[in-house]
């Protein structure tokens, strides 16, 4: 006689498929990711406005108006090295040196040298760009906003939907079933993050398409990094959006960029290193500011720490996660 033995379940094949279910579980978009999503919109059209506008983001353009709305008639439209040399003729004004020393002379030969210098005008353009749209905008709210969206939902709607102890009961241990929710969800933070990044870029025209091309590395990496982090605040905090929004508005907001060592802590700190690093490879005419506040670490150092704390991170939540209790929350 043929014995019918059961097929024992395969620890693996229940961990690629928890993987799987968390995958396809995150296509349904949460509020919180609508209020990202209505935010970026609102910001690429603002970006969009400037980027079409008459000032744009171009040095040379924003003083043709200043110089179009001094003068009487508004039909002219004055260059910008006419319009140095017209301000500069103050300087007869002001008591100093006799004309021998040629102050005047020389203020006036750097400043067309300036103007005429096309690199300069670009890498001027680039960095107001980027400073703006990128660091201010993209960096400093959508980037952890929408990893926020994504990585605290992947345990937390297990709670709102009261299946978490479902979840615990299954063939696995707690730490793969926390590390594969984290897999689950992190192609979505980095997916849906990245398009932000695009979409706020494509607004900015051509200097959008160059931050593309410079930037899209240190996105995905800040990506991960956000999502490891809010992945571990959604596991173990009873209302991780509200922790996360916290987070994003005050510590990323103001304690990270604010001078001295405590901002060595902040996971945008090395994003923003990373980005600094290839914003000061992108040009060459001009040195990006904020050098002396901001002290941006090294890419490597900003490189190793973002590696490190993922995993630190996951680990700490896998730990953690396989210690607690979970219960079903009303």
């Known amino acids: ?25 995150q296509w349904r978009v949460r509020q919180l990711a609508f209020v990202a999503f209505g935010l970026l919109t609102l910001m690429a059209g603002i970006v969009a406005i400037i980027t079409n506008g008459p000032v744009g983001w171009r040095l040379e353009n924003r003083t043709r108006l200043i110089a179009s709305m001094t003068k009487e ?11 140095g040399e017209d301000r500069l003729v103050l300087y007869q004004t002001f008591p100093g040196p006799p004309e021998a020393f040629g102050i005047k002379s020389a203020v006036i030969a750097s400043y067309r040298a300036m103007m005429n210098d096309q690199k300069y005008l670009d890498d001027y353009a680039f960095l107001n760009f980027a400073r703006w749209t990128v660091f201010a905008l993209f960096i400093g709210f ?8 994504y990585a605290t939902g ?13 979840l615990v009961t299954r063939p696995l241990p707690r730490w793969a079933i926390y590390l594969a929710k984290f897999l689950g969800v992190l192609p979505w933070s980095v997916a849906v993050s990245t398009l932000a990044f695009v979409v706020l870029c494509l607004a900015g025209g051509s200097l959008g398409r160059k931050a593309m091309l410079i930037y899209w590395q240190p996105v995905i990496a800040g990506a991960i990094g956000f999502t490891a982090f809010f992945h ?3 596991a173990i905090v009873r209302r991780p959006a509200v922790v996360g929004l916290v987070y994003v508005f005050f510590y990323e907001t103001l304690v990270a960029n604010l001078p001295g060592s405590l901002k060595q802590f902040s996971m945008g700190y090395y994003v923003r290193s990373l980005f600094y690093d290839r914003t000061a490879e992108a040009v060459n005419a001009i040195q990006p500011e904020s050098v002396n506040v901001f002290a941006p670490a090294d890419p490597t150092t900003a490189w190793l720490t973002l590696i490190l704390a993922t995993i630190v991170l996951t680990g700490i939540g896998m730990y953690l996660f396989g210690r607690q209790e979970p219960k079903d929350e009303t």
């Open 1 to 25: 006689m043929m014995s019918n033995s059961i097929p024992v379940p395969s620890p693996w094949r229940a961990f690629y498929a928890l993987i799987l279910f968390s995958f396809r579980r």
């Open 73 to 83: 008639d508004e039909t002219i439209r004055m260059t910008y090295r006419q319009y």
């Open 142 to 149: 959508l980037l952890p906003l929408f990893t926020l969206a």
């Open 154 to 166: 992947s345990l937390g709607s297990e709670r709102e939907s009261r299946t978490l102890i479902w």
């Open 232 to 234: 571990l605040v959604g």
